[in-house]
């Protein structure tokens, strides 16, 4: 395992980045299905498997506790998902600083995502790390629930799910 990657002062315990290997698909397959109801996760009228996916795990005191995964085509790298089981520590941010660096030695010119329109606190975190609006996809989640009928009506802060919208940074 590599260095501790956050240098974060006021973290109590380094966290360290390593890339999903498969003895980790039961750990991600669990995360994925409490936080999204499902492993399934349907981006753009796509569903991908996140279990499936390649990615990296935030390990704190020997433990999984942060997870992003990723799709690579046509010199995009697009983050299907990313999670942090203890926020405000630092981790979301060292996983992205880790994917970016990831995606440049890929050879790729670009970071994109999808997120929704309920989800502001990813709006802040994506935007507040260099991220830029690129589309709204109006009404796009009436697709995905044709896919995944679990996703909710109401999301973050009751706020109706249904837009999607596309976040970018240029590498
Ligand atoms: C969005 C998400 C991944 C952020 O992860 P996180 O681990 O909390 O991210 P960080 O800790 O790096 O940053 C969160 C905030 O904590 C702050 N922070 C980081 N370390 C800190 C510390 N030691 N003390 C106090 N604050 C700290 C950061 O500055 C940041 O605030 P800012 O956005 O105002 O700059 C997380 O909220 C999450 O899992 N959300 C649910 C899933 C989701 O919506 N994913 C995105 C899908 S598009």
């Given at each position: 395992m590599n260095e501790p990657q956050n240098n974060n002062e006021n973290s109590v315990k380094p966290i360290?980045?390593?890339?999903?290997d498969h003895g980790?698909?039961?750990?991600?397959?669990?995360?994925?299905?409490?936080?999204w109801g499902s492993v399934q996760m349907v981006v753009r009228g796509s569903?991908?498997?996140v279990n499936e996916l390649p990615g990296f795990i935030a390990i704190l005191e020997d433990e999984p506790v942060g997870l992003v995964t990723y799709f690579l085509e046509n010199g995009d790298c697009e983050i299907i998902s990313l999670d942090s089981t203890i926020e405000g520590i630092g981790m979301g941010s060292t996983l992205i600083e880790t994917?970016?660096?990831f995606a440049r030695e890929e050879g790729c010119k670009r970071l994109r995502l999808i997120t929704t329109n309920d989800n502001t606190k990813a709006l802040r975190f994506w935007q507040k790390r260099g991220f830029r609006l690129k589309t709204v996809y109006p009404n796009a989640i009436d697709k995905s629930r044709e896919l995944k009928p679990e996703i909710p009506l109401l999301g973050n802060d009751d706020i109706p799910i249904r837009d999607e919208i596309e976040l970018e940074m240029i590498l």
């Open positions: 360290y980045i390593r890339p999903i980790d698909k039961a750990w991600v397959a669990s995360l994925i299905n409490e936080i569903i991908y498997h994917i970016k660096k």
